[in-house]
Every structure is written in structure tokens, then in C-alpha cells.
């Protein structure tokens, strides 16, 4: 089995980091002279249109995979919290230089690429907040690390138990 990681840790790192790399690009576009009506209209159906997909696709399926979630190997190697950190901040550093770039070529594009990205983000945190029951019970979800840094997506999910006090 290869090593795994907190689902719930990923989630919340690429939520909450996505949520303002999103607000990011919509506040730079406003200023960049796209002005707040004119840049809050794309980002709202942007985020509306890719959160509604992502629900529909992603999202549900973590949820049923996290319900169906089989029991981790014994003795499986739990990624370090601080290297699943790190592994998540270059999934950031993407979303935050393609909103860059945008500010820096054309702000109008920013506030639309800010939506997809806050769109899908927020939809990472309503996920951690359903892991939250999980948690309460003494489960740790766990996915297996990708291959890559961009790995992501459908990878396997497990349940772990958490030691008390842990």
C-alpha cells in the first residue's frame, strides 16, 4: 500500500487556500479596472457554474467514496502533516500564479479564473466539514499520496483509526 495522507488536511489546505486565491482574482480585477460589478458577474457564475460541477461529479464521489472507505492496511505510513502542507502549497502556488499571470496580462480574466477556482475550493471545505462526523467517531480518513504533486482526484480512500488523544 503506498503511503497515505489526511483527507481531511488536504481538503482544508486547497479550501481555504483556493477560496482566497479566488477572492484574490476578483479583487484584483475589480481594481484592475474591470470595476466590482463588472468583474463580480463572471465570478459569480463562474463559481456557481463550477461549484455546481464539481458537487455533481467530485464532490459526490468522495462523499460515497469516504462511506464505502475500507479499513487501512496495519502499519500503513501516514504522510508527515507537514510534507501533506507542502505537497498542497504547490497545488496553490499554480492556482495562485495562474491568477497572477491573468492580473498581470488582462485583470478582466482574473475575476472568471477566480470563480472556477473559488467555486471548486468552497466545495473542498463543505467536504471537510461531512469528514468532521468521521473525526468525532475516532476515524481518520486517509487517501493514498499520489505518484506526482499533481496527483489528486480519485485516489483510494481508507479508514485509519485515530490513537486517543490523538
Given at each position: 500500500?503506498?503511503?497515505?495522507?489526511?483527507?481531511?488536511?488536504?481538503?482544508?489546505?486547497?479550501?481555504i487556500?483556493?477560496?482566497?486565491?479566488?477572492?484574490?482574482?476578483?479583487?484584483?480585477?475589480?481594481?484592475?479596472?474591470s470595476?466590482f460589478?463588472?468583474?463580480?458577474?463572471?465570478?459569480?457564475?463562474?463559481?456557481?457554474?463550477?461549484?455546481?460541477?464539481?458537487?455533481?461529479?467530485?464532490?459526490?464521489w468522495?462523499?460515497?467514496?469516504?462511506?464505502?472507505?475500507?479499513?487501512?492496511?496495519?502499519?500503513?505510513?501516514?504522510?508527515?502533516?507537514?510534507?501533506?502542507?507542502?505537497?498542497?502549497?504547490?497545488?496553490?502556488?499554480?492556482?495562485?500564479?495562474?491568477?497572477i499571470?491573468?492580473?498581470?496580462?488582462?485583470p478582466?480574466?482574473?475575476?472568471?479564473?477566480?470563480?472556477v477556482?473559488?467555486?471548486?475550493?468552497?466545495?473542498?471545505?463543505?467536504?471537510?466539514?461531512?469528514?468532521?462526523?468521521?473525526?468525532?467517531?475516532?476515524?481518520?480518513?486517509?487517501?493514498?499520496?499520489?505518484?506526482?504533486?499533481?496527483?489528486?482526484?480519485?485516489?483510494?480512500?481508507?479508514?485509519?483509526?485515530?490513537?486517543?488523544?490523538?
Amino acid at each position: 500500500m503506498r503511503p497515505v495522507a489526511s483527507l481531511g488536511q488536504e481538503l482544508w489546505i486547497t479550501g481555504i487556500g483556493g477560496v482566497l486565491i479566488g477572492l484574490a482574482g476578483q479583487i484584483g480585477a475589480s481594481i484592475g479596472g474591470s470595476g466590482f460589478v463588472g468583474s463580480a458577474v463572471p465570478f459569480l457564475v463562474l463559481a456557481l457554474l463550477f461549484g455546481f460541477i464539481q458537487f455533481r461529479g467530485g464532490h459526490r464521489w468522495l462523499l460515497q467514496a469516504v462511506a464505502d472507505a475500507p479499513e487501512a492496511e496495519p502499519g500503513v505510513e501516514v504522510e508527515p502533516k507537514g510534507r501533506t502542507g507542502t505537497r498542497m502549497a504547490l497545488t496553490l502556488a499554480v492556482w495562485a500564479g495562474l491568477v497572477i499571470v491573468a492580473l498581470t496580462f488582462s485583470p478582466s480574466i482574473a475575476a472568471p479564473m477566480g470563480g472556477v477556482i473559488f467555486g471548486i475550493a468552497a466545495l473542498d471545505l463543505r467536504a471537510v466539514g461531512k469528514l468532521a462526523a468521521y473525526r468525532a467517531e475516532g476515524v481518520e480518513l486517509v487517501r493514498e499520496v499520489g505518484t506526482t504533486w499533481i496527483a489528486s482526484g480519485r485516489r483510494p480512500i481508507f479508514r485509519l483509526l485515530v490513537k486517543a488523544g490523538g
